[in-house]
């Protein structure tokens, strides 16, 4: 428990953080908010992904953990639904933003609304 508290804690980085067209030092920034903004991949999706494996692993029913392991228990349980408390924030924050465009390389510098 203490282990899967650990990497949550740190974060999984998606591996198209990396992404770069030799162009756009934000690339990867500009397309995922046209991703989250299209739908395709949300923090609502990873938030079940997290339910998923919590409830497959059976996570919330681990006993007799003690200090460190119930507080990483506690954390990683809860993390669905503080992502999605999260990503109610953004959006409202996203619905007061103008929308921008920005182009991106690979489809021949084609501007998409972000």
């Known amino acids: 428990m203490i282990a ?4 949550m804690r ?4 998606m591996p198209a953080h990396l992404m770069y067209d030799g ?6 920034e500009h397309f995922s908010a046209v991703a989250q903004r299209m739908g395709v991949y949300t923090a609502d999706d990873y938030a079940g992904i997290l339910e998923f494996l919590i409830g497959r692993w059976r ?7 003690k200090g460190d392991g119930r507080q990483a228990q506690e954390f ?5 639904q503080r992502i999605r408390k999260l ?3 953004a959006d409202e924050r996203a619905k007061k933003m103008k ?7 690979w489809i021949f510098n084609r501007e998409v609304i972000v």
């Open 4 to 7: 899967v508290g650990d990497m």
């Open 10 to 13: 740190k974060k999984i980085t």
């Open 23 to 28: 162009q756009n030092p934000h690339l990867f």
């Open 59 to 65: 996570l919330e029913k681990l006993d007799g953990l």
């Open 87 to 89: 990503q109610e924030r």
């Open 99 to 105: 929308p921008q465009g920005q182009r991106f390389s």
């Open 76 to 80: 990683v349980c809860g993390l669905p």
